[in-house]
C-alpha cells in the first residue's frame, strides 16, 4: 500500500479508527511528521490533538538509525543491538541528556502556556506517519501507560511486521494499515514525504487552541 502523503493517510486511519468517533478521544502525535495527520483524525473522530514528546536515541555515526529512545521524563529503551552498533554505556548517556535538552526546548516550545493534555481516564491515540524500529513509539506508549489512560492505541499507516509485534505489548491496540515484508524506510511508501517543520507543528497547535509561541528553536 502506497499513500499520496500523510494527510491522504491520515484520512485512511481514521476510518480505521471511526469506533471512536463521539467519544473525544486524545490524538497525540509524534513530532514532527505526525502533527499534521493528528489533526485531520482528530476532526474526523471530534477529538482533542496534543504532542506526545520522545526522541529517538542516534547512532554513533549514523543519526539516522535508531539504537533506542527516551521519554520526557527520562525513561529509555534502548534496543538490543546497540553495543553492536558502537554505543557504549557512556555514549547512551550522553546520548540521552542531548535528547532530553532538545524535548524540553520543544516543550516550551510548543506548548508554553500549560501542561501537557492530562491522557488519564481517556481514549489516547498515538499517531505516527509510519514506524521502522518501533524505539520512538514504545518511548511513548510507555510515558503514556504510566498516566492511566482508559484505552491506549497505536495508529500508523505503516510498519514492518516485526515492529509491530514489538510494539503490540505496549498498547491495548495496534492499528495498521500495511504491514509489507518488504520494508526498508517509512518514506518508501510515501509518494510525497516531505520534512514538516516546526512552525508547521507551531501553526497546528495554535489552530486547535494554542497560541503561537517564539519560533526560534536550535
Not at 547512532?59 to 543491538?81: C, K, L, N
Request: charged letters at 25%; proline letters at 7%.
Amino acid at each position: 500500500m502506497f499513500f499520496a502523503n500523510r494527510i491522504a493517510a491520515a484520512k485512511q486511519l481514521a476510518e480505521a479508527l471511526a469506533e471512536y468517533r463521539g467519544r473525544h478521544p486524545l490524538i497525540l502525535a509524534i513530532p514532527r511528521g505526525a502533527v499534521p495527520m493528528a489533526q485531520v483524525i482528530a476532526e474526523q473522530l471530534g477529538g482533542e490533538v496534543d504532542v506526545v514528546l520522545v526522541r529517538k536515541l542516534r547512532a554513533p555515526g549514523s543519526p539516522e538509525f535508531a539504537i533506542g529512545s527516551v521519554d520526557e521524563s527520562g525513561w529509555s529503551y534502548v534496543a538490543d543491538y546497540a553495543a553492536s552498533a558502537g554505543a557504549d554505556r557512556e555514549y547512551i548517556e550522553g546520548e540521552i541528556a542531548e535528547q532530553m535538552e532538545t524535548m524540553r526546548r520543544r516543550r516550551a516550545q510548543y506548548t508554553p502556556v500549560r501542561p501537557p493534555i492530562d491522557p488519564a481516564g481517556r481514549v489516547v491515540i498515538v499517531i505516527d506517519d509510519g514506524l521502522a524500529t518501533g524505539s520512538t513509539m514504545i518511548a511513548a506508549l510507555h510515558a503514556l501507560r504510566a498516566k492511566q489512560p482508559a484505552e491506549l492505541v497505536c495508529a500508523v499507516p505503516v510498519a514492518p511486521p516485526d515492529t509491530l509485534e514489538k510494539v503490540r505489548g505496549y498498547a491495548d491496540r495496534v492499528v495498521c494499515l500495511s504491514a509489507p515484508s518488504g520494508f526498508h524506510a517509512v518514506g518508501q511508501f510515501y509518494m510525497d514525504f516531505q520534512q514538516v517543520t516546526d512552525e508547521e507543528v507551531i501553526d497546528i497547535l495554535a489552530a486547535t487552541g494554542e497560541p503561537s509561541p517564539n519560533r526560534d528553536i536550535s
